[in-house]
């Protein structure tokens, strides 16, 4: 089973609009990670958030950790067309060797 | 840095035989995992390497998945007989034990059952 669970399953906007995605998790966290998959390809971090930690900033990118709600957000700004990919969380819940485990993932598409 | 590889990136076969992928993790990293993604979903864990100790295991692997990593280098990922709920993409990661964060993926390898 997974622990995070992603919402909106799908979402799709205009080139400029902000975009953004909920996880919700299960269990107490360490830290709680992003990451971007273009189709039919490997996953890439984006970013890390620990369970101290409220909000952390990068690039076009805002993520926020709610460990009372067990959420987190991600926020992108200005989309573009090239940010067109799915996006997952992936919490590290027992520290003991980056573990993660993965949500199902929002598939996002940038219309320009 | 060359990355995560993985080798190969898309594999057919007929029900009942043997598949084997590869992973070779970056050089430094001494942590190397093994996910398996169906279409639509996210990663599922399904094993994971310290050096060459395979330190935990999902309930997922089946007595048919084997995964080796024998000098602490590259790894491999077997199935046997295989089955078609096994298509599925499968994606090794590696890491750094020292450092708390990130997973670099490789491509990942596609499996097809006909």
């Known amino acids: 089973s997974q622990q995070g669970e992603e919402d909106p399953q799908a979402l799709s906007i205009q080139e400029g609009e902000n975009a953004t995605m909920n996880c919700s998790y299960k269990?107490?966290?360490?830290?709680l990670q992003w990451y971007r998959q273009n189709s039919g390809r490997g996953l890439v971090h984006l970013i890390l958030i620990r369970s101290n930690e409220r909000e952390k900033h990068s690039g076009r990118l805002r993520v926020t950790l709610d460990t009372s709600k067990k959420s987190s957000s991600l926020l992108i700004t200005a989309s573009r067309a090239a940010d067109t990919a799915s996006y997952f969380c992936a919490t590290d819940y027992n520290n003991a060797g980056n573990m993660l485990t993965f949500g199902g993932g929002t598939r996002l598409m940038v219309k320009p | 840095d060359t990355g995560v590889s993985q080798d190969p990136r898309h594999k057919i076969t007929k029900r009942g035989q043997n598949v084997t992928f590869r992973c070779d993790p970056i050089?430094?990293?001494?942590?190397l995992y093994w996910y398996r993604q169906t279409l639509g979903q996210g990663p599922e864990f399904l094993t994971y390497f310290q050096n060459e100790a395979q330190l935990e295991k999902s309930r997922l692997l089946s007595d048919r998945f084997s995964a080796e990593r024998p000098k602490g280098s590259f790894s491999t990922l077997e199935i046997q007989r295989t089955e078609q709920g096994d298509s599925a993409m499968y994606l090794c990661?590696?890491?750094?034990?020292?450092?708390?964060?990130?997973?670099?993926f490789g491509e990942g390898s596609r499996l097809t059952v006909l």
């Open positions: 269990t107490s966290i360490n830290n």
């Open positions: 990661a590696s890491s750094f034990s020292l450092a708390i964060g990130e997973l670099f």
């Open positions: 050089s430094e990293h001494n942590r």
